[in-house]
């Protein structure tokens, strides 16, 4: 049968003992060390989603500021082509009044030389109707008279003869 000696006594006692022992010099040692362990793994597992928390805000912020700069620099873009344009305009409308102020200076000059030439007509054609007259008359009238007589007879010719030939230059 079961024979309970001594020796099963104390080594009961002894295991008991070494339960002891063991209990306040590894179990709780290594329980407080798995304990902590755990705390420390769980306060990472808090961290790193805090972290991931504020990288998403940060993403957030990176996107929405990304956007607002998109959005900024079609700003910009539009408003340069809208000044482009308006400067072009701008240049188009000083082009077309230097070219309009060109077009009468020229029309000015044209018609200055056109009364030079005519003034320049007279002078020769009064010549030429005193030659001619003095032909006819068969003598020579004083120089200023026939200055005078030329210019008289110009007068009343150009209005009515040259009227029609400068329409036509016009």
Known sequence: MLDFSVTFIITIINIAVLFFILRVLLFKPVTKLMTDRAK???DSLDQAEREKSS??????DYERKLKNAEEEAAAI???ARENAGKEAQRIVAEGKLA????AVNARKQLEAEHQ???AQFRIEAAALVVAASARLVQRELAGDDNRK????LLD???PAKFA???KRQN
């Open 156 to 158: 009343e010719l150009t």
């Open 40 to 42: 420390r793994v769980q």
């Open 99 to 102: 070219a309009a102020d060109f």
């Open 55 to 60: 990288a998403r805000k940060m993403l957030a």
């Open 116 to 118: 030079a030439v005519l």
């Open 77 to 79: 873009i539009r408003e």
């Open 149 to 152: 007589y030329a210019n008289m």
């Open 164 to 166: 029609p030939m400068q």
